[in-house]
């Protein structure tokens, strides 16, 4: 009836199973050598699949851990004989999809930011809440960003945001495109990098 | 086996303060078994609460408790399917959760024309409306503190689609409230049943996959840092 979670680690020959299936049996009885055993079977295939889904290796580095830690709280839930990856990475999926509801939200709470400012001018829109484009608006100098989120995701002209930032039209207009050339350098890599 | 260098201290720190052997859980059927009083309390509590239907004696006992009976075991199944989804890397197939929810429509859709076509009997056109919320309410007043146990169960493991698996116990206690609301309710036009029972089950199946996603976002996080918690 229920089909097992795919790690990254799928095509592993059954013997790989074979040999976790006790360590894990092990480690629920208590024994620290089985644990270390399974952390170094596993490790770096969790940091390798964490490495695909997140930007940044430390990030990856320390889901990866925590995946250990949530495994050890958690190791009542696996049961003999079933497979160990798929419990593993379970939950590695857990925790990714944690940690990506977290950047949603933090990218959100940024994006806010600029959007109290622009009063009534309603949620952003999707954009900002990606993950990518707002890392690259961080590295953008705070007077650019906020000329670029107030005429592209908030709709103002250069008039209405040169004179909420008390600059000239045209100021806050070079403001904004030297924001987008900046993005655009910032995001085609990283795009480039995960296709 | 010398291996401490390669593991973070912190994480090893962690598992070494709580090492203690631990009992895996058991199969998502026999964990589903804790939620068996819970069936048994809505399936003889609702008629006992509020009164047996009055048209009871036009059905066979087979019809009206054995029946029920039936429909609560089928409430309890899919609470194990729920419980089965909540544990990592068990995810029900695509096939498994249209064979679900299929499973809990269907039942009590049969229940309700079998029961219509064994004792018909239809409220008058004045107080349907109110009828029908009245069904709604108690169905759901009693159901959806019921669902507390199954999230509590489903809770222990961590489940990678917490909605899916809330909507799944939500519908088990719903369906299994509807095996004690057809005792008292003796209103069997499938309109009526349909609409308000089948409304009942449904907002429990939706309060189940909500109070899932509220669990899982309120999971607390280890961190390395963290080292006290359990």
Redesign the interface.
Known sequence: MAKDAAGPAHGEPMAEEDRLVPLMIAYQAGRLDAFEALYLALADDVRRFFAASVLEPSTAHDLAQQTFLELHRARHTYRPPRPVRPWVFGIAVNLRRRHRREAMARARREADAPATMAEGSGPPPDVVATVAVQRALEQIPAGRRHAWLLHHVHGFSFEEIGARLGIGAGAAKLRSSRAMRGLRALLVPWKRDDD | ?T??P???T???D???R????????P?PLVRALVVLPVGLALLAGLPLFWGLRRNIGELAPWASWGLSGLESLAGLLIVG?AL??A???????AR?VTATLFAGALVPITLTLVTSWLAPAEESPAVRIRFAIECFDQIAVWAMPAVAVPAWLAA?????RPAVAGAFYGLGTGVMADAGARLFCWVSSPLHVLLSHGGAILAVTICGAVVATLID?R?P????SDRGR?
């Open positions: 086996m291996t401490e390669m593991i973070p912190a994480v090893l962690e598992v070494r709580d090492l203690r052997p631990v009992r895996p859980l199969a399917a089965s989804e544990v990592p890397g068990r995810r029900l197939s498994a222990r493991a961590w489940p990678e976002r999971r996080r280890p961190t390395i359990g």
